[in-house]
C-alpha cells in the first residue's frame, strides 16, 4: 500500500500489538481436553453476544466466469476444461421471491470474478429482491471498480465478502490470488469506509503454509475494518496445480474458528461447507460447536452447481434440512432477525463514520 492510502485509511485500522494468550502455536494444534477447553470458552463467547441464534442465509452460484487465475479454485481461468455459464434472472429471482425456504432471512449473491454478470445480472437482482423481498442482501463478487461497488449498494446490497486469503504478501503471490494482496486490503478498507459491512477470511492448510502464516492471518484479521470473517480449510481443487495435494487439517481449521470467536466476540463467523468435505459426516455440525453464528444454504439451480467448481464437482450441498438438523443438534436455533439488520442496528449504535477517499485505492475494472 502506498503511503497515501496508508494515510487515508489508518485511522480506520486497528492497531494489533500481541494476539496472546487469545492466539497461540499450541492452541492452533489443540486436541483432546485441550480443544475441548478450547470449543467451550469459544461457544460460552458465541452465546454471551448472541444467544442460541444463529442466522440462517442462502446462497445462489450467479456465474463461473472469473478473469483470476488462483491456483486453489476449479474456476480459475486456466481451467479450459469447465462448462461457463451465468445464470438467468428471471430464474432466480422467481426462486427466491416465491420459492425460497421459510428460514431464510438473507441471500448471498456470489459469482467468479465477473463485470459481465454484475452488471447483467447481479444489479438486476439485487433490485427486484429489495423491491419485492425483505431479504437482506450480501454479495461475494471479488475486486470490481469503485463505482461498481457505489452501484451496488444504491441497488440494495449491505454486506461485502472479499476474503484476503493469506496474510503473507509473498504466499498470497505465489498463490496467485487476485491482484496483489496490498490491492486486495486497500478494496477491503475502502468498502468498510464506504459504509459497506465486510467480511473477510483465509483458507487454512494451503499447500506449504507455514505454522508462522498461519498466526499473520489473525494479525492481519483483527487489524481489518470487518463484521465478520471466516475460514476455511483447504480442499485441492480439480483441474488446478494442488489437485493432489492434501486437504487440510479439520481440527485445525475448527481451532482457528474458535480462535476468530474469543479473537472478536461481535463477529458473525460462518460454518462453511468444506467443513463437511474436509470432516464428512459431522465437520459442519462441529463448526458450529466452535463458536460459528451463520449458516449458509445452497438454492443455485441443480443444473449450474456442478459447474460452480470451488473444490470438486462433488460436493456437499448443505440443504435446509441438513442446515435445520445441525443448528437443533448443537442445541441453537435459527434467527429471525436478518443478517443484514443486525449490522445495520450494529452501525447505528456505534460511531459514525467519514466519507472515503476513493482516490485512496486503485480502481478495477
Not at 68 to 78: A, H, K, S, V
Request: aromatic share 6%; with cysteine.
Amino acid at each position: 500500500m502506498n503511503s497515501f492510502a496508508l494515510a487515508a485509511v489508518v485511522h480506520f485500522t486497528e492497531r494489533v500489538s500481541d494476539l496472546s494468550p487469545v492466539v497461540t502455536p499450541e492452541l492452533l494444534q489443540a486436541r483432546g481436553r485441550a480443544q475441548e477447553e478450547l470449543k467451550e470458552r469459544a461457544a460460552a463467547t458465541a452465546r454471551a453476544r448472541f444467544g442460541r441464534s444463529v442466522f440462517v442465509r442462502a446462497v445462489v452460484e450467479v456465474s463461473n466466469y472469473c478473469r483470476e487465475n488462483c491456483t486453489y479454485c476449479g474456476m480459475r481461468r486456466d481451467n479450459r476444461t469447465l462448462d461457463r455459464f451465468r445464470a438467468n434472472h428471471d430464474a432466480l429471482a422467481e426462486l427466491l421471491v416465491h420459492h425460497r425456504p421459510a428460514s431464510v432471512t438473507d441471500v448471498n449473491i456470489q459469482t467468479g470474478e465477473d463485470p459481465v454478470v454484475v452488471r447483467e445480472v447481479v444489479l438486476p437482482l439485487i433490485r427486484t429482491l429489495r423491491r419485492e423481498t425483505p431479504l437482506g442482501v450480501s454479495v461475494c463478487l471479488g475486486t470490481l471498480h469503485l463505482a461498481t461497488y457505489d452501484e451496488l449498494r444504491e441497488a440494495g446490497a449491505s454486506i461485502y465478502i472479499i476474503k484476503f486469503e493469506t496474510a503473507d504478501a509473498r504466499f498470497y503471490e505465489a498463490m496467485k490470488a487476485p491482484g496483489t494482496l496490498a490491492e486486495r486490503l486497500d478494496h477491503i478498507r475502502f468498502l468498510a469506509h464506504s459504509g459497506w459491512s465486510v467480511s473477510s477470511g483465509f483458507i487454512a492448510g494451503l499447500p506449504g503454509e507455514t505454522p508462522e502464516q498461519t498466526l499473520k492471518n489473525f494479525e492481519l484479521a483483527a487489524a481489518l475494518p470487518l463484521a465478520g470473517c471466516s475460514v476455511s480449510p483447504f480442499i485441492p481443487g480439480e483441474a488446478t496445480p494442488f489437485s493432489s495435494a492434501a486437504t487440510g487439517d479439520v481440527e485445525q481449521t475448527l481451532n482457528c474458528m474458535a480462535l476468530l470467536r474469543l479473537l472478536r466476540a461481535d463477529w458473525v463467523i460462518p460454518a462453511v461447507s468444506a467443513l463437511n468435505l474436509a470432516g464428512p459426516g459431522n465437520g459442519y455440525r462441529r463448526g458450529l460447536g466452535m463458536g460459528a453464528n451463520l449458516v449458509t444454504m445452497n438454492l443455485t439451480p441443480s443444473e449450474l452447481r456442478g459447474d460452480y467448481l470451488l473444490y470438486k464437482r462433488d460436493r456437499f450441498i448443505m440443504t435446509e434440512e441438513r442446515i435445520l438438523r445441525a443448528i437443533e443438534d448443537e442445541g441453537l436455533t435459527p434467527s429471525r432477525q436478518s443478517l443484514a439488520d443486525y449490522h445495520r442496528k450494529k452501525k447505528v449504535n456505534g460511531a459514525a463514520r467519514s466519507k472515503p477517499l476513493a482516490d485512496a485505492v486503485s480502481p478495477r475494472g
